[in-house]
């Protein structure tokens, strides 16, 4: 039940174009859901983050689209551009302040 | 505001030595993680803190591993003995109070390798 499943664990989009990462949570208590995005030698950053009490969050090119029936929400990231190139990990967190993290997208943008 | 702070930032050491990861917490931040990340398993919680108190050590693989919080500003996680199979980077996060949607800031990591 503390699982988050992410897909897939890799993408490539040219330059431009859309790219979505999938995820899909079990346990009903998670009620912050957020997207972290992390570059090669680094620590993952977090980029956008949504609750369930509402069903899109959009900042700039990045959008988080939720699915509370579903138990599932994505990130999609418009007009993607090379510098967008990085493994990005969707995560669920409850009361208790952890998160537990998909086991990473890594995102390839060729220009 | 001067982030996590991990060292060392790298580690190569012999197997069955004892290795130990220090951190750095943000000032003024009351929850604390250590993650673990490989390929093969993603990001892993292996230990979290709040106000310096262990919550949940679950994640933590064996008791060849051990993690302290001695005080708000300081936090060790100690591999003794090590094993090639602990090659890993090693995250200390922290964030500012332990309910859901506050930010968890991560440090650069520890990259260990055990040989």
């Known amino acids: 039940q503390q699982q988050v499943k992410q897909s897939p664990q890799s993408l490539i989009v040219q330059k431009g174009g859309i790219s979505i990462i999938n995820c899909a949570y079990e346990n009903t208590a998670f009620d912050y859901f957020p997207w972290y995005q992390q570059f090669p030698g680094k620590g993952p950053a977090l980029l956008i983050a949504i609750r369930p009490d509402v069903s899109e969050k959009k900042e700039g090119r990045f959008t988080i689209s939720f699915n509370k029936s579903a138990k599932q929400f994505s990130l999609h990231i418009m007009d993607s551009q090379p510098g967008d190139s990085a493994t990005y990990f969707c995560a669920a967190g409850g009361s208790q302040g952890n998160l537990i993290f998909g086991k990473g997208t890594k995102l390839s943008v060729k220009p | 505001d001067a982030g996590v702070i991990q060292s060392p930032r790298h580690e190569v050491t012999e197997m069955g030595q004892e290795v130990t990861l220090r951190c750095k917490p943000i000032?003024?931040?009351?929850?604390l993680f250590w993650y673990r990340q490989t390929m093969m398993r993603g990001l892993e919680l292996l230990i979290y803190?709040?106000?310096?108190?262990?919550?949940?050590d679950s994640g933590m693989p064996e008791d060849r591993f051990s993690a302290k919080m001695p005080n708000a500003s300081f936090s060790t996680l100690k591999i003794q003995p090590s094993e090639p199979r602990d090659s890993a980077v090693y995250f200390c996060?922290?964030?500012?109070?332990?309910?859901?949607?506050?930010?968890?800031?991560f440090g650069e990591g520890s990259w260990l390798t055990v040989v």
């Open positions: 000032s003024g931040h009351n929850s």
């Open positions: 996060a922290s964030s500012s109070v332990p309910n859901s949607g506050n930010t968890i800031y």
């Open positions: 803190f709040n106000n310096n108190v262990p919550i949940d």
